[in-house]
């Protein structure tokens, strides 16, 4: 016998392109005894009992299984029941933003408040001449303080030759 047609209609099933009555034939086909090998794979897809259907009271049966007592969900159980609905305001929202900035905000100034222990070093004249050698890879003549430092620039002219009045 040629099972082209049931073969089919397996793979429209599949692709969910079956409508109800194809879908009634191939239950029809499968509760039958004589099916070929290859199709007694999907004999348990089409055999299973009539599909169990909610009925009127499920919403009644759910609400007695959530509720705290058995004799409370009986004398509770109206179906006006009022759900409220709370509101979320905008600060509320941008509130975990607001908590990450500041934590942001708390770890650079602390950050920035150790540094200075460790550039501390760098008044010592040893330690800041060392340092000048390491970017340099130069000798450094003499060591240099950091607070020598001016922000105003030296005119070299002016240091080593000294000016002298004229008359």
Do not use: C
Not at 74 to 91: G, P, Q
Not at 122 to 150: I, T
């Amino acid at each position: 016998m040629d099972y082209k047609y049931i073969e089919q209609l397996l793979e429209r099933y599949f692709n969910a392109e079956t409508s109800l009555e194809e879908e009634q034939i191939l239950r029809t086909f499968f509760s039958q005894e004589n099916i070929p090998a290859e199709l007694l794979q999907w004999r348990a897809l089409f055999t299973t009992e009539a599909e169990e259907t909610l009925g009127d009271d499920f919403d009644a049966r759910m609400m007695a299984m959530i509720a705290e007592t058995p004799a409370e969900s009986s004398s509770t159980a109206d179906d006006n029941t009022v759900v409220k609905a709370r509101v979320i305001t905008l600060k509320q929202r941008l509130m975990p933003l607001f908590k990450a900035a500041a934590v942001v905000a708390i770890i650079l100034t602390l950050g920035g408040a150790l540094q200075a222990p460790f550039d501390s070093s760098w008044n010592a004249a040893d330690g800041y001449a060392d340092h000048q050698q390491q970017l340099d890879s130069v000798a450094a003549v003499s060591p240099v303080q950091a607070e020598n430092v001016s922000e105003t620039p030296a005119d070299s002219a002016k240091a080593l030759i000294p000016i002298q009045p004229t008359n």
